[in-house]
């Protein structure tokens, strides 16, 4: 197996947007934001944290290598598949089928409203039961608030996969990247770095 990063990101990438196209075909339907979701948070999660664990693995195999070495296999290698993936995903969700865009936007802002008014009602009960009628007035404020900016994204038909909402994303995946690296690199490395 090869020993450069670029290499096993591409591979990375490869099974990421396999992933992306199996979830596409086979489960877009009344439950595709969920589906993503699930997909995103478990699938994706075991597969980077494989692929980066794989490519620092094989880097050492046979040699001694030191901590930024390690930690600049593992970053560089989900790195190349984290971004080849997200402009991969941009481009396909914006330019080649908008109707799956569109879905997934409405079921994410659906998503949220009906977390919402789960959660108000949870807290209604509780705050019905206290003393203090002003934490009613301020739920009931809350949650009109927060609701009526749910419909108005609704409404206007917000794209959540613009480039500026996906670039806000894709940082959270870079921190995701940076603390994994550093964990893996940590685990891997086996000579100090001035012996």
Known sequence: MT?????IGFILYALTMLAFFIVYYFFANANYFETTMQVNAFGMTFLYVLAGFASTYWLRVGTLITYPQAFKQTFLTLFTGGVLSMFSIFAFLNYVDTDARDLLNHQYIQTELDNLDESYAKLKVEAANQKDRTKVKD?????????????AALKEN???????????????????YLLLSIIIAGFLKNKKRYE
């Not at 020993?3 to 290499?7: D, L, R, S």
């Not at 739920?139 to 749910?150: D, I, M």
């Open 3 to 7: 020993k450069n990063p670029v290499t």
């Open 139 to 151: 739920l009931e404020e809350n949650y009109t608030g927060a609701k009526l900016a749910r419909e």
């Open 158 to 176: 917000r794209n959540y996969f613009s480039f500026k909402f996906m670039s806000a994303v894709f940082g959270g995946f870079l921190l995701f």
